[in-house]
Structure formats: C-alpha cells, structure tokens
C-alpha cells in the first residue's frame, strides 16, 4: 500500500486549517449572517461566469454579422405561442438571440467597470498618498484640482473625453478604440474621491509612532510611504472601490445608451439597452427589458456587496 508523503499531507492539513480560519473569522460570519450578501455574491457570480465561458455556453456570437440571419428577427421569448425553443429570451432586429448578447454584453460592461475603478486607482492613491505624506503647496494643490473635478458630475467629463478623442480620431479608428477610451474617461473621472480618503488616511498614519522610527531609521521617503502607509490606507479604498464598479458600470450604460460610449458593433448592456429603446412601443418589450434587468440585477448586487464590505470593515457601524 502506497503512503502518501508527508509533505503532501503536511500541505493538505495546512490547506483545511486555513479554510477553517477562514470560516470561523467574524468576517465569514457576518458574510453568512447576511442571506442578502450571498444572494448578491451569489448573482455576482452567476454573471462573471457567464461574461467568462460565454463563448461556451452558447453557441451564438451575436455581434458577428456572418452569423446573424434577418428571418430570425423579433422572434419572441420561448414562453410566447411564436416564441422558438433555441432562443430563450427571444431575438433582436438583426435576429440576434438576446441571452446571448446580454452573456457577452456582460463582459464588456464588467471590464470597463474594473478597468476603470483599477485607472482610478492608480491615479488617485498615489496621489493621496503624496498629499497627506507632504502636505503644503503639494497638498493644497493636488486637493484643489480634485475638489474642482468633483464638482462636475462624472458623467459629463466622460462626454468631454469622448468628445476630444471623436475629433482626433477618425470614425473607423474611434470605433477600435471605443472601450479604452470609455475606461480612460471614467477612469480620469472617478479619481478624486479616491485620493480623499487615501489622503484623510495617511494624515492619520503619519502621526504615528512607527512612521516616527522609520524616520529615525533615515528611511527614504518613498519606502515610507509604500512599506508603511499604503497598506494601511488600502483597505478603506478598496471598500469604496467595490462599490465604484456598479457605478462604473452605470456610467458606461448611460453614455452608451445616449450613443457615445460601446458602439453598436460591440455588445454592452448600455448598447442592447439603447437598440431595444427603440422597439419597446412596437411590441418588442423583450429586446430592452431583459438587458435592462441583467444591468440593474448586476449594479444591485455589486452594491450590496459593497455595503456589506463597508459595514464589516467600519469598526463605527458594528
């Protein structure tokens, strides 16, 4: 009979004790005391796997124009008398079938809104960072322009990226680059409110008695602030991240809804949204219902993961 060696059960017993940690912290506890939380990281799931393996769950591509057939056009959902058992939710104008579309459309939107909020910060950690650590002409600076662009709602500034880049670029080449573009202008947008709470942190941090020693220790200003500071003001960050996704998400529905965001040649739940507007008094309810359900279903549940996240982590709310 064959042993197993003992470094593979020393690992396998270090694995079940970790997973044991992990289930008894009170933050695993407060996630199970929550049915709200895992019906929302639950749905969360359900559409990063779809956006995932959408190419394996379904068949269909429904922004390839070589595989779209206008006979399949306005078929209704598969619980209508005309509706077609191969397509569930039914189809679009071009006959592309809608669950389809909504599966991939969920990977765009998802990638804008992570790409976006990860730019974001990039751009405003450091920044906060900076700010709070020196303070000064550097602080006042950095806090004037943030508090100048909070002002203006962030949905305008997209539009005025957009607008900018529309008059570089050419038509086809715009179109390329749609989604950078998109997730820059979200991205520049949305920095600021993460480089106020960076900054209000480490003003806090650095007060503190091991900043005071690293700086008896004749560290480098930079090692201070990436060793010491950053991983004490991440946490909040990333709270406020979490829920900067759904808006994230939300932005890129609204400017591709109003047709300045995803093209139609790519699929995005904003995109699926603004082609079924048009069909919703003919009788055609189902193309924009159904993408505006997945939005709203996904924004929902990100939101609550993200309150879940801020009262879990706020010693104040407990």
Not at 58 to 87: C, R
Not at 150 to 160: D, E, R, V
Request: overall charge negative; proline content about 7%; charged content about 10%.
């Amino acid at each position: 009979m064959l042993m197993k060696p003992e470094t593979e059960v020393g690992s396998h017993r270090h694995l079940l004790t970790s997973v044991r940690r992990v289930l008894d912290s009170d933050v695993a506890h407060s996630f199970f005391a929550s049915p709200a939380t895992v019906l929302a990281a639950l749905v969360t799931l359900l559409f990063v796997f779809m956006a995932v393996f959408a190419p394996v769950l379904t068949s269909y591509t429904p922004f390839n124009p070589s595989t779209l057939d206008l006979m399949d056009s306005f078929i209704p959902p598969v619980w209508d008398a005309n509706g077609d058992p191969s397509h569930l939710l039914g189809t679009d104008d071009q006959g592309r079938d809608v669950l389809a579309a909504i599966m991939y459309g969920t990977r765009i939107s998802l990638i804008v809104g992570l790409c976006s909020v990860l730019l974001s910060l990039l751009i405003g950690v450091p920044l906060g960072i900076v700010s709070g650590y020196f303070g000064g002409w550097i602080d006042s600076v950095v806090m004037r322009i943030a508090d100048i662009q909070l002002t203006i709602p962030p949905i305008l500034i997209a539009l005025m990226i957009d607008g900018v880049t529309r008059t570089v670029l050419a038509g086809n080449l715009h179109e390329t680059a749609a989604i950078p573009v998109l997730i820059l202008s979200i991205g520049i947008a949305s920095w600021p409110q993460y480089a106020r709470v960076v900054r209000s942190g480490t003003l806090v941090e650095r007060n503190k008695d091991y900043i005071a020693a690293a700086h008896m220790a004749q560290s480098p200003p930079y090692r201070i602030m990436i060793g010491h500071i950053l991983p004490n003001v991440i946490g909040p960050t990333l709270v406020i991240a979490t829920i900067g996704v759904a808006v994230a998400i939300i932005i890129e529905a609204t400017l591709s809804f109003l047709g300045v965001g995803v093209p139609p040649t790519s699929p995005s739940l904003g995109t699926l949204i603004r082609i079924g507007n048009d069909y919703v008094f003919s009788g055609e309810w189902w193309i924009s219902l159904f993408p505006c359900l997945a939005l709203v279903m996904l924004v929902l549940a990100v939101n609550l993961i993200g309150d879940w996240l801020r009262d879990t982590f706020n010693p104040k709310l407990r």
